[in-house]
Nanobody, 117 residues
């Protein structure tokens, strides 16, 4: 059974850090383009970061560059999102996504990140 399970969200003060995890099962995440999205209340879901399947190259939304890092541990079949220098506007539900061309498109249930003093 295909599953993506996010964890690591929580409440953090501005300037703090969190590391989100996305544990994949039922497929091999290194063969998929893996992405993190987020959705804040009243806003559309937006792309945060991508790690490609073949080369493992990464890309980020402009507002996350230099603060967020996406990575993958193939042995654990897990993708991570390290978030530093967090701001209140980073508050959102963060979702993990796995995509294989047009064939497969999987989503996790999301994990809440709240940045507040």
């Amino acid at each position: 059974q295909v599953q993506l399970v996010e964890s690591g969200g929580g409440l953090v003060q501005p300037g703090g850090s969190l590391r989100l995890s996305c544990a994949a099962s039922g497929f091999t995440c290194s063969r998929y383009a893996m992405r993190w999205y987020r959705q804040a209340p009243g806003k559309e879901r937006e792309l945060v970061a991508t790690i490609s399947s073949a080369s493992g190259s990464t890309s980020y939304a402009d507002s996350m560059k230099g603060r967020f890092t996406i990575s993958r541990d193939n042995a654990k079949n897990t993708v991570y999102l390290q978030m530093n220098s967090l701001k209140p506007e980073d508050t959102a539900v963060y979702y993990c996504n796995a995509r294989y061309g047009t064939r497969d498109n999987y989503w996790g249930q999301g994990t809440q990140v709240t940045v507040s003093s």
